[in-house]
């Protein structure tokens, strides 16, 4: 079982930036996937963005360009980069493993 704890959310301006934390605890062998999603208020959760433990990467198309997803493997963490953030990336972001832990997020607000 893996353990995931997201960190770095906040409340930003619009075209401001946050980098985003999901530090991962327990067998290694679980999380060579770590997925980000994030959900809305009223709004279904969505995928952000994942990457493999081999650095293969794919992003939604609402954030590419401007998120960045990388991997320490050393640390067991990953990171979301966020620029020129909009306020419609306004969610609670939380990481997922391959195993199907959950963290339990992260909130991101971006004013106008």
């Known amino acids: 079982q893996v353990q995931l704890v997201e960190s770095g959310g906040g409340l930003v301006q619009a075209g401001g930036s946050l980098r985003l934390s999901c530090a991962a605890s327990g067998s290694i062998f679980s999380i060579n996937v770590i997925y980000w999603y994030r959900q809305a208020p009223g709004k279904q959760r969505e995928l952000v963005a994942f990457?493999?433990?081999?650095?293969?990467?794919k992003y939604a198309d609402s954030v590419k360009g401007r998120f960045t997803i990388s991997r320490d493997n050393a640390k067991n963490t990953v990171y979301l980069q966020m620029n020129r953030l909009k306020p419609e990336d306004t969610a609670v972001y939380y990481c997922k493993s391959f195993s199907g832990s959950w963290g339990r997020g992260t909130q991101v607000t971006v004013s106008v």
């Open positions: 990457i493999t433990s081999d650095g293969s990467i």
